[in-house]
């Protein structure tokens, strides 16, 4: 059974920052795209960066390009969210997904295949 497990949510400070972990176990971490989104408490869930299978592609929404930065260590079937400068706004469930395909063609959280089960992140003063 293919597992999704993310790690490093928790509290920080405005300013402050973190960094999210995706261990992907019973999946060939090299040949799937990998996505991070978010769900804050009655929204949507939010798109925010994917990586190609490669890594040498990566998409970031406006609200978190140059605040956020993804990375993936193929060898280790992990996929990393660095995030930096962290706001109030950035409160949220964190998830990681993968599928299989196109990269550029991957556009809605309903063409990922696998998700992980979300870790906290909040941001407070």
């Known amino acids: 059974q293919v597992q999704l497990v993310e790690s490093g949510g928790g509290f920080v400070q405005p300013g402050g920052s973190l960094r999210l972990s995706c261990a992907a176990s019973r999946l060939p971490l090299t040949t799937y795209v990998m996505g991070w989104f978010r769900q804050a408490p009655g929204k949507e869930r939010e798109f925010l960066v994917k990586?190609?299978?490669?890594?040498?592609?990566?998409y970031y929404t406006d609200s978190v390009k140059g605040r956020f930065t993804i990375s993936r260590d193929n060898a280790k079937s992990t996929v990393y969210l660095q995030m930096n400068s962290l706001k109030s706004e950035d409160t949220a469930v964190y998830y990681c997904?993968?599928?299989?395909?196109?990269?550029?063609?991957?556009?809605?959280?309903?063409?990922?295949?696998?998700w992980g089960q979300g870790t906290q992140v909040t941001v407070s003063s």
């Open positions: 997904a993968a599928t299989l395909g196109r990269t550029s063609q991957i556009q809605r959280a309903t063409d990922y295949a696998f």
């Open positions: 990586i190609s299978a490669s890594g040498s592609a990566t």
